[in-house]
């Protein structure tokens, strides 16, 4: 007996993407709506209208994905067993899906079963591609799964020729899918190699495919946030094209942020906001509207700090800190001193967090920073203490050019107040 095959819906985010059409589904009692259901869904929109058989898909695609399992019985088919084992992880599921697909003489119901398992964290055994008469689709699966088990073992470039083959195999029956694999290699790409120009171009083609496509707009914005990452790291290099791609990178984090609410994808949308900032602030200031952007980036740096705590996201939290206290200190603005004020804070804040027995160079980078708010608020006994304290540090971990612009710092605060020392001095 050979059971029908499978229709995946490889195309929306996970685990909504494991999940098949079950046969009972395309012969009940709309099986036109669901075809008309189906075909939107793979080419990555939502349907206008669910059918009552997609009920367990309509709510996994809204990432209900406790209601979605509850709403299958894994009894009924091998598929619905299957699905059911996706949304939830039952290994009873598992065991009856597996029961179930062992008819499938085509073994596409067989491979996805396993490609799940593997997934989920439970032993598997992924088929050989070559070995089967594999859908296609379900083939460009199965060669996914390869690629990140080719990642578990730090071989990159196993895991790159199975995402080249996983495209390959997707692009004649689903572009769609094909489009995020084509992301997923330059992801790879980028984080083995560093961004160069094919890194960015596989970026483009894929996100241009998937740009405006609701179903999959999640992995849209993902790819999205992933080619601006890209343009930053190439402008980092510096060389005359730099400006032109931070001014991309910008472009790309705005659009990626039409996608990323905060109430959904919170880190992202922190993410994509801390790197727009730094994006901004990378610019060089050259007329009115670089000053306009010197706001945004502090506004930026503000919205992640609405999703980065402290307590939960210490690193982060850090980082930005950090950075939007820097930020203030040189923000062009009708009211400068409450802006010091306010960095002068944030210092305090962080130097409790970057302890100097924990973090020697990071604490004495903050004094630096604290000392010169303070120099600019005209405090200048507090600011020569924090220059002092992190000079000697600096000179006492052998960062002898932070120390010497430390030491310029100092000679300018005696330039102002008159004071020709630049040693050691206690309490001013």
Not at 79 to 92: I, P, R
Not at 236 to 258: D, K, T
Not at 291 to 318: M, N
């Amino acid at each position: 007996m050979s059971l029908p095959r499978p229709q995946p819906l490889g195309v929306l985010p996970l685990p909504a993407g494991w999940l098949v059409v079950p046969e009972r589904a395309l012969t009940g009692a709309d099986p036109a709506g669901v075809q008309r259901a189906v075909e939107r869904l793979l080419t990555g929109m939502l349907p206008l209208e669910w059918p009552v058989d997609l009920r367990a898909h309509q709510l996994a695609a809204g990432g209900d994905v406790a209601a979605a399992a509850a709403a299958i019985d894994p009894a009924v088919s091998a598929a619905d067993a299957y699905n059911h084992f996706v949304l939830s992880g039952e290994a009873t599921s598992l065991t009856l899906a597996r029961s179930g697909a062992e008819l499938d003489q085509d073994g596409d119901l067989a491979a996805l079963v396993e490609v799940a398992a593997y997934t989920l964290g439970h032993p598997a055994v992924l088929p050989d591609v070559e070995d089967t008469k594999l859908d296609l689709e379900v083939a460009a699966h199965v060669h996914a799964a390869r690629a990140a088990s080719c990642l578990e073992a730090r071989d990159a470039q196993g895991a790159l020729d199975a995402l080249v083959a996983a495209e390959s195999a997707a692009r004649e029956v689903s572009p769609v899918l094909a489009a995020q694999l084509l992301g997923q290699q330059a992801s790879l790409l980028q984080e083995v190699n560093g961004a160069d120009d094919d890194v960015v171009a596989a970026y483009r083609e894929s996100t241009d495919a998937l740009r405006g496509l609701d179903a999959v707009e999640p992995a849209a914005a993902e790819l999205i946030l992933g080619m601006a990452t890209a343009y930053q790291e190439l402008a980092s290099v510096g060389g005359p094209l730099s400006g032109q791609m931070l001014g991309e990178a910008v472009r790309a984090y705005h659009l990626a942020l039409r996608m990323l609410r905060m109430a959904e994808y919170p880190e992202r949308y922190a993410f994509a906001h801390s790197n727009l900032a730094l994006a901004y602030l990378a610019m060089p200031m050259v007329d009115a509207r670089d000053k306009l952007r010197r706001g945004i980036a502090v506004q930026s740096l503000r919205e992640a700090l609405k999703v980065y705590t402290r307590e939960q996201h210490p690193r982060e939290w850090a980082a930005v800190t950090l950075n939007l206290a820097n930020a203030l200190q040189h923000l062009p603005t009708t009211h400068p001193v409450e802006n010091l004020i306010e960095a002068v804070g944030m210092y305090d804040e962080l130097l409790v967090a970057r302890p100097e027995d924990l973090d020697p160079l990071g604490h004495a980078r903050v004094l630096a920073n604290q000392g010169t708010a303070l120099s600019h608020l005209g405090i200048h006994d507090q600011a020569r203490l924090k220059l002092e304290a992190a000079r000697a540090i600096f000179s006492a971990h052998g960062d002898i050019g932070s120390a010497a612009t430390v030491t310029q710092a100092l000679t300018e605060i005696d330039d102002v107040t008159g004071d020709g020392s630049t040693g050691p001095r206690i309490g001013g």
